[in-house]
C-alpha cells in the first residue's frame, strides 16, 4: 500500500468537508457514481475521474461528487445519478466521458436535464 502524502490528506479533508456540507445542507448538488462490479468493469472509474476533474476546475466546492454500489440495472452502466437541490434525482445510463461532461455542463451546473441520456426521473421512467 503506498504511503499517504500531506497533498493526499489535503484531498481526503476536502472531499470530507464536502459530504458534511452535504449533511448540513448546503450543497447544491449531489453526483453519484454506481461502482458495483459491473459498473467499474463497464468504465466506472473512468466516469469518476472526469467529474473528479469536471469539479476541480469548476473549482465547484458545493457539488457532492460520491460513489455507491451497483444500482441493479448492470447492463445499463455505467450510471450515475443526479440530485439538485429541491428537484428529483435523475439517472443516467450507458456513459462515457463526453456524456459525462454533457450531463455535468447542462445539468449539474445548468440545471438542464439531458433527456437522451436519461433513464429515470425520480422514480418515473422516461422515454
Do not use: N, W
Not at 472526469?50 to 451497483?70: F, M, P, R, V
Not at 441493479?72 to 466521458?97: F, N, W
Not at 455542463?105 to 422515454?127: K, N
Amino acid at each position: 500500500m503506498p504511503k499517504i502524502k500531506p497533498e493526499d490528506l489535503k484531498k481526503i479533508r476536502e472531499q470530507m468537508s464536502r459530504t458534511m456540507s452535504l449533511r448540513d445542507g448546503d450543497a447544491r448538488a449531489k453526483i453519484t457514481v454506481h461502482m458495483g462490479t459491473c459498473g467499474i468493469a463497464a468504465g466506472a472509474r473512468t466516469i469518476m475521474s472526469t467529474l473528479l476533474a469536471l469539479t476541480e476546475e469548476e473549482q465547484a466546492k458545493d457539488i457532492i461528487l460520491t460513489a455507491s454500489g451497483c444500482a441493479g440495472l448492470c447492463s445499463r452502466e455505467p450510471m450515475i445519478t443526479v440530485e439538485l437541490k429541491g428537484q428529483a434525482p435523475v439517472k443516467y445510463v450507458e456513459l462515457d466521458e463526453e456524456k459525462t461532461k454533457k450531463i455535468f455542463s447542462d445539468h449539474v451546473l445548468s440545471g438542464t436535464v439531458v433527456e437522451e441520456y436519461a433513464l429515470a426521473m425520480g422514480s418515473e421512467r422516461l422515454g
